[in-house]
């Protein structure tokens, strides 16, 4: 049956063909056609009866049906099985034979054929797609590639296709719109079924589907879109949905020849000598942008680069032409859109702002801009934002009303902004003009979109990047917006900074901006109604602690003393978990003694502060804190700040290790803040990097007597407030007798750690010999330390904590006794610092009222006496305090004067003691005699 | 007629465009019988148009329509109707009502099913249904045949490749309809653009048709009575002057043609271009040979048109159509680059002026040689169109020249055909010896044609 060696056919044999054909019965025996000798006869019909080809296209749709339902029945009962096997094979041969003669047709007459041919082929495709699609065996339309891959394994629509392919290319040079239209109408019309169709002849020719099924879709657009009837919107949104559709399988692979050729539609609408059609593509795009989220995507982010001022001028021109209704109507187009939007909203963002009120006043080289483009742009950002503002809050609205909407309709726009919240903050933080206020509100939406991760990284990014008051008021105002729709903002806020600051992702600069932000919210005065930041945030911050105490040790000093400056700022807890506390005593006062050498005024009061408010949270807490500063100030490093000398040979521990003035008590310091080591025995400390190099001594600090004593006036000054703090109400000079125990305490375990729970009553002078090697030891450690002596006075002042010190007490007299015992000079300004610490020993003990005030007076006469007069003074003292031991038990407490007193007149008759007082006053009488009157009670 | 149409609103379309025939066949049968000349009344033709051709008699009701399955079965069933119908006269007028332009917009169904119908007539040669067509084609407006001729030229020319030869048979089942069918398809293709080109096929068709029998061309003029002036509008008698037309414009359209397509930026391939030269080679052949027996069959005119009586009184080569073919020549000379085509315009001109030459010694061309000159004159310089407008000597006082004189500074020019000088003077012996000129008053005709 092939054209070519078929005889030709007589006119007679012809018209029965034609009997046979439209009869469906053989002329010669009378009998039923086959389908496939039916399928024959009209192959012949049409090869040699050319009005017959409508009706011989007709009949061949039942005879690919049948092919394609054969197939599928072969395909379910999975073989060729008996008679429908050959049927099926029949079938196909005879489908075949279709392709064959049409194949022929199309090569001989492109021109003639394949608008026929491709819209019949494409029909039958849709009907016969449509027709099976709910078949069992049929993949649903949603799996395309299944579909794909069962229509092109059926031969019916593998032939169709092929047919139509070939018409398609046969056109491609000339004309294809034909084919194309037809290729839109089907898919109008057999929209989810016929998608297979669409996808593989998409991909087939892709770039003459792309443009063409643009440009019909356009001219479509035009035609029913100009005129403005009612009946036309209608017929307009299916044509433009299929165009759609199809773009949108093609955007998967060939995403770039689509962007490219929607741009080139777009800037070819723009150029001067434009015709009613490209006139229209502007909306037209519109359009298509806002069927097809994909599309949308694929232009939306080289859109915006290629809007330059001459286009952006042009697009002015053409829409200033418009009515006013449609450009309203437009504008809202736009903005909904870039709601839509989501690759490249930034750059948007970037553009609008830019073009609406550029950065500068200054205009960048090139064609200028006209008002009218800014305006747009202006009011384009204007309804943008309200349009955000709609979405966000009716969004959190219907998600607070209704429990059953978990799913939030997503703003692409937001979303796609959300990494670049830093970026917005800096932009904002900049305060550039009309633009900060629209950046501020669009934060506070991303904020509220981007709930609860939003709000807080803006937030913090605005906390760690402002730099003056006006730019951290950004911060507040933005919290006062968030917190009304948001809970729980700034505990998260909080926890996301000290996240970001451990896990090391702030430059140290930045960490320290951000304490001295934070530490300025919570100060700030709360000024009008607004609902204020620092309240609020203090308490949250001070849940922090032990994270925020653990930077005062930070590397950078300029970080450690910013977290000192928030933290003294801080309302520290009521009653915190002691080890957190403990943590920050602990960091807190060796960062006063850091800042101490550093000689820095402010920071100094910084860190006073601090400690001082830590030792007012309980009284536990301020034990620790004066035990940490005690031992501080005895620490060989800190002691040299008080004058102790630097010339011992130095400690393992206390060692700098190498020039870089790494020291590794600090780095264990700060290792045990941060891991909170309970110090047993299971402690592992850090030994020190091996290799390197030999450890340097530490270089002798210099300090001039001006310094020392201001560094120990401070020390005290410190110690008293802190001493005081556990009744931060009071407001005399005293201090607290549980405060001066804890200074007591801390002095003895210092001092002699070995005789820290020695007995506090004095033995017999003799006894005393026992212990001489400690007591020598005891009164190096005065010598060493200047600052011992005034700490003395300073418990002694907080009666009866002195008497904790007893063994301190003991030492340094039996010490002091030896040396005037054994000293040969003539007067006692021979030694000078034993006469100091003489006189500061006994004015302590008078002080603290260990002993009687006729003989703590003593001390005035030392440095008029010969060394062995003191000595026998001494020893007169120590009699006393052998005969009525410096027991706390002595003292009372005087509520009135919310003091311990004690009261001598209970103890035994003091006269006895004072017969080497008096004895050595009438020796010296000449020259001590104006101080006579001040030994006899 | 009304009750007639509630039954057939009743039926399919089918069913009720064959039961139109039927009572179409039924009425005018007796009508031919009551008298010979029946007058149609609209009755029949509304029903005619509403079922056969599907055009809604009420506004928005859905029309019916015959899918193209149903088409055919129409197509078939009219065709063994107009077959198995013996009487010539009901056979006629059935056609003719059913077939004829009312102005309406059943027209274009009406042409379309015509086409249809003809062109399956031809593919299963039904005489009676080409006849009918025939005469349809001289008695409807040319505009209306020209789209037939293009049905048929789409269907056995450009669709179905080598359908041609059933198209080709037909000469012999209905020469009537052969040279109705010329005329409209020069009608149509009057190459005036590319696209009016005939088609190669088509022109192989005609030329292997005239060739085997030139009288074809001639068929319809000498079976028709002819009415002293025709009718404007309708296809001419011959389609002698669409011929002319061909011959002498062909060369210059072909070379238009090719320059178009190499102007285009279709440079084209290699294969292709040996193809198309090849073809236009053929064609420049068959214009030749076309050429050739046009000339021949003006040749022969003469001894038709004496012997109709209607020699000088009828111009079948109207000078009113020679006018603007020779503008167009002149057009289209100009718009050829005269360098290059030279030999093409030659060739032109020789082909007008051997036609012209003879038209007018036939008497087929009615007009002076001033008339000629005047048309003429700005054309291109060809010496042959030269010596035929320049025309013999005139002497205009002895009128009476014995027939066939020609002053002797003359020589025939080169190509022209030596047995055309000389006609086939025995093929018509009963010529009159009197010129023919005397009877239409006021016209001179200073050439006499020959014996």
């Not at chain 1, 065996?137 to 590639?145: I, Q």
């Not at chain 1, 299929?242 to 689509?258: E, M, N």
Request: charged share 15%; aromatic share 6%; glycine share 6%.
């Amino acid at each position: 049956h092939h054209p070519h060696c078929s005889p030709p056919i007589t006119p007679t044999e012809l018209a029965q063909e034609v009997k046979a054909f439209l009869s469906g019965v053989d002329p010669a025996h009378g009998t039923k056609l086959s389908a496939q000798d039916h399928a024959r006869c009209a192959l012949l019909l049409l090869r040699s009866l050319p009005p017959a080809r409508h009706a011989v296209l007709q009949h061949l749709r039942g005879l690919f049906d049948d092919q394609v339902c054969a197939h599928l029945l072969t395909r379910d009962t999975s073989g060729t099985t008996g008679t429908t096997g050959t049927t099926t094979a029949a079938l196909e041969e005879v489908v075949q034979e279709v392709r064959h003669v049409l194949a022929d047709f199309i090569r001989a007459n492109p021109k003639a054929w394949a608008p026929v041919v491709s819209a019949w082929s494409i029909e039958l495709m849709g009907q016969l797609s449509s027709k099976y699609a709910g078949r069992p065996g049929v993949p649903h339309a949603n799996s395309l590639n299944e579909l794909l891959q069962l229509w092109m394994g059926c031969p019916a629509t593998r032939v169709l296709m092929d047919i139509y392919t070939q018409c398609l290319s046969a056109m491609i040079g000339g004309c294809p719109d034909a084919c194309v239209d037809a290729l839109l109408d089907t898919s109008v019309q057999h929209s989810p079924h016929f998608d297979w169709v669409v996808a593989h002849i998409g991909s087939s020719f892709p770039n003459t589907i792309i443009s063409r099924v643009l440009s019909c879709g356009l001219k479509d657009f035009c035609a029913h879109g100009s005129a403005g009837d009612p009946l036309g919107t209608d017929k307009r949104v299916p044509k433009i949905a299929s165009v759609v559709g199809i773009l949108g399988h093609l955007a998967s692979r060939h995403s770039g020849s689509i962007k490219q050729e929607l741009l080139r539609m777009f800037h070819e609408s723009l150029g001067p000598g434009r015709d009613q059609h490209q006139k229209a593509a502007v909306p037209f795009l519109l359009q298509l942008a806002l069927m097809s989220p994909a599309l949308l995507g694929t232009v939306s982010a080289e859109l915006v680069d290629s809007l330059k001022p001459p286009v952006l001028n042009q697009l002015h021109q053409h829409f200033s032409s418009l009515p006013r209704e449609e450009l309203d109507n437009t504008m809202s187009i736009v903005v909904h859109l870039i709601c839509q939007t989501s690759a490249g909203a930034h750059r948007i963002l970037h553009f609008l702002v830019n073009t609406a009120m550029p950065a500068s006043v200054i205009t960048a080289p090139g064609p200028p801009l006209q008002d009218g483009v800014r305006e747009a742009c202006d009011r384009i950002i204007q309804l943008l934002l309200l349009h955000l503002q709609k979405l966000v809050h009716n969004r959190a609205g219907a998600g607070a009303g209704a429990a059953e909407a978990p799913v939030p309709r997503p703003v692409p726009f937001l979303d796609a902004l959300r990494p670049h919240v830093r970026d917005l903050c800096l932009e904002t933080l900049r305060l550039e003009r009309k633009r900060f206020l629209w950046q501020h509100q669009l934060l506070a939406l991303l904020a509220v979109y981007a709930a609860p991760h939003g709000a807080t990284d803006a937030l913090f990014h605005l906390l760690t990047l402002a730099r003056t008051p006006d730019e951290l008021a950004l911060a507040t105002q933005l919290h006062a917006v968030l917190s009304s729709c948001l809970t729980d903002l700034l505990p998260a806020t909080v926890t996301t900074c000290v996240c970001q600051i451990h896990a090391g992702r702030l430059p140290d600069p930045q960490v320290a901006q951000l304490f001295r932000n934070l530490a300025a919210v919570v100060q700030a005065d709360t000024g009008d109604g607004a609902p204020a930041m620092g309240p609020v945030l203090g308490p949250v911050l001070a849940r922090h602690l032990p994270d925020l105490s653990q930077l005062l040790l930070h590397r950078d000093a300029d970080v450690a003393e910013a977290a000192c400056l928030l933290l003294s700022v801080l309302p520290l807890p009521r009653a915190p978990a002691p080890a957190p506390l403990l943590g920050a005593v602990r960091a807190a006062t060796h960062q006063f003694f850091l800042v101490l050498r550093s000689q820095n005024t402010t920071s100094l009061g910084c860190s006073s502060r601090l400690l001082a408010r830590l030792s007012s949270v309980s009284p536990a807490a301020a034990k620790a804190v004066l035990q940490q500063l005690v031992e501080g100030a005895l620490r060989r490093g800190n002691a040299e700040l008080f004058g102790a000398s630097p010339d011992q040979p130095p400690q393992w521990d206390e060692c700098g290790a190498g020039g870089a003035g790494v020291s590794l008590l600090d780095t264990n310091r700060r290792f045990t803040t941060a891991v909170n080591f309970t110090g047993g025995v299971w402690s592992v400390f850090h030994a020190g990097v091996i290799g390197r190099g030999p450890q340097v001594p530490q270089g002798r600090g210099e300090h001039p007597p001006e310094e020392l004593t201001n560094n120990t006036q401070t020390f005290l000054r410190l110690l008293l407030l802190c001493a005081r703090g556990a009744r931060p109400g009071d407001t005399t000079t005293t201090i607290h007798p549980e405060a001066a125990k804890a200074i007591a305490a801390a002095l003895v375990e210092n001092v002699c750690p070995e005789a820290a729970g020695a007995e506090l009553s004095w033995p017999p002078e003799e006894q005393a010999r026992g212990t001489v090697e400690r007591d020598l030891r005891i009164c190096r450690r005065f010598q060493e330390h200047p600052l011992l002596l005034p700490l003395l006075r300073l418990v002694a002042l907080g009666r009866p904590a002195l008497c904790y010190c007893s063994v301190l007490l003991r030492g340094l007299l039996a010490s002091l006794m030896a040396h005037w015992e054994g000293c040969r000079d003539a007067g006692t300004g021979a030694s000078p610092w034993h006469l100091q610490a003489s006189c500061a020993l006994v004015a302590a003990m008078a002080e603290a009222s260990l002993v009687p005030p006729v003989l703590g007076n003593m001390h005035e006469l030392f440095p008029f006496l010969a060394p062995f007069e003191v000595h026998l003074l001494l020893l007169s003292l120590w009699e006393y305090l052998r005969d009525n031991g410096p027991f706390p038990q002595r003292f009372s407490f005087q509520p009135e004067r919310g003091l311990f007193l004690r009261d001598f007149s209970r103890d035994g008759d003091v006269g006895k003691h004072l017969a080497v007082l008096h004895s050595v006053l009438h020796k010296n009488i000449h020259r001590l005699g104006l101080l006579a009157g001040r030994f006899y009670p | 007629m009304s009750d007639i149409r509630h039954s057939l609103l009743r039926r399919d379309a089918l069913s009720a465009a064959k039961e139109v025939l039927y009572h179409l066949d039924i009425y005018f049968s007796s009508q031919l019988q009551s008298a010979p000349l029946p007058l149609v009344d609209k009755g029949p033709s509304e029903l005619l148009e509403e079922f056969l051709f599907q055009v809604p008699k009420e506004r928005g009701a859905p029309p019916k329509r015959l899918n193209s399955l149903q088409e055919l079965q129409l197509l078939e069933i009219m065709c063994n109707y107009f077959q198995e119908q013996t009487k010539d006269s009901v056979r006629q007028i059935i056609f003719s009502s059913l077939f004829s332009p009312q102005g309406n917009k059943a027209d274009d169904s009406r042409m379309a099913l015509l086409g249809k119908l003809v062109s399956m007539a031809v593919a299963v040669c039904r005489v009676p249904v080409l006849e009918c067509a025939a005469f349809w084609l001289q008695r409807t407006p040319a505009v209306y045949c020209v789209r037939l001729a293009r049905a048929l030229v789409d269907d056995y020319c450009n669709l179905v490749p080598g359908s041609i030869q059933t198209l080709k048979q037909i000469f012999s089942a209905s020469p009537r309809f052969c040279c109705q069918f010329i005329t409209s398809v020069t009608a149509l293709y009057d190459l005036s653009s590319d696209d009016l080109i005939p088609p190669s096929d088509l022109l192989e068709l005609i030329v292997s048709w005239i060739f085997e029998d030139p009288r074809l061309i001639l068929i319809t003029f000498l079976n028709t009575p002819i009415a002293a002036n025709l009718p404007i509008g309708f296809l001419e008698l011959t389609p002698l002057t669409g011929l002319i037309r061909w011959c002498v414009k062909a060369p210059l359209a072909y070379k238009r043609k090719k320059k178009a397509s190499l102007s285009n930026g279709h440079p084209p391939s290699k294969i292709a271009k040996d193809s198309t030269s090849g073809e236009d080679r053929d064609c420049h052949q068959l214009y030749s040979k076309l050429h050739l027996s046009v000339l021949q069959v003006l040749m022969m005119l003469q001894g038709h048109l004496t012997e109709k009586n209607l020699y000088g009184r009828l111009g079948l080569v109207p000078f009113d159509h020679v006018v603007p073919l020779v503008e167009e020549i002149n057009r289209l000379s100009d718009e050829l680059n005269p360098l290059n085509a030279s030999k093409e315009i030659e060739l032109a001109l020789d082909r007008l002026a051997q036609a012209l030459q003879v038209a007018m010694a036939s008497g087929a061309l009615l007009c002076t040689r001033d008339d000629l000159r005047t048309v003429c004159s700005r054309l291109p310089h060809n010496n042959l169109l030269q010596l035929v407008i320049s025309g013999p000597v005139q002497q205009p006082t002895h009128g009476a020249l014995p027939p066939g004189f020609y002053p002797h500074i003359h020589t025939p020019p080169l190509g022209y055909p030596a047995h055309a000088a000389h006609p086939a003077l025995p093929a018509h012996p009963a010529l009159p010896a009197h010129p023919v000129q005397t009877f239409i008053p006021g016209m001179t005709f200073p050439y006499r044609p020959i014996r």
